[in-house]
């Protein structure tokens, strides 16, 4: 397992998540997502943001219960959405290994934000935000889909491009 700090690390760019001070990565993983970026164009970075997490440590019990509190707000301003608690607060692999990262993209050095309330941002205004870089995040999803990354099925979760390495993963199977 690699720890990260945020930075460069061999052209790939790592920016933990608050409060995380570091990205634990799978060495395997850390390879493809080198072998994605040097597929994108100049322009175009990405940004590892979250990689696994220990849910046993003091980081973990703090994600626990955000977790707890997010899922009951999330459920008061989206009654119609508690379909996609599992997908959204879920530790979706986080937990288990290195394999289960999430990814941003930083285009002409400037991150995309896709989710600018994080997972409360409403559906329409994810829309809006991704239609402004619908075909840049199609290329950068297809380059991890290439790579062997799954992206996740959950709209909110693969707009942070929450994505697990499958090695022989392909899309459709």
């Not at 289960?100 to 002409?108: A, G, L, M, P």
Request: charged letters at 20%; a positive charge; hydrophobic letters at 40%.
């Amino acid at each position: 397992m690699l720890i990260l700090a945020r930075g460069n690390h061999q052209g790939l760019q790592v920016g933990p998540r608050w409060p995380s001070s570091n990205v634990l990565l799978d060495r395997q993983v850390f390879q493809q997502l080198l072998e994605v970026q040097s597929s994108l164009p100049d322009s175009v970075r990405l940004l590892v943001t979250r990689g696994y997490e220990d849910k046993g440590s003091r980081l973990g019990v703090f994600r626990t219960l955000s977790r707890w509190l997010g899922i009951k707000l999330f459920v008061w301003c989206y009654p119609g959405r508690q379909d996609e608690v599992e997908d959204i607060f879920g530790s979706n692999g986080h937990d288990v290994d290195g394999t289960h990262v999430d990814v941003s993209i930083i285009f002409n050095a400037r991150r995309l934000r896709f989710l600018p309330l994080g997972v409360f941002t409403p559906p329409s205004r994810q829309g809006l935000l991704k239609a402004r870089h619908g075909a840049l995040v199609d290329e950068v999803k297809a380059a991890l889909v290439h790579c062997g990354f799954q992206i996740h099925r959950n709209h909110t979760e693969s707009l942070q491009i929450h994505c697990d390495y499958r090695p022989g993963f392909l899309a459709g199977h």
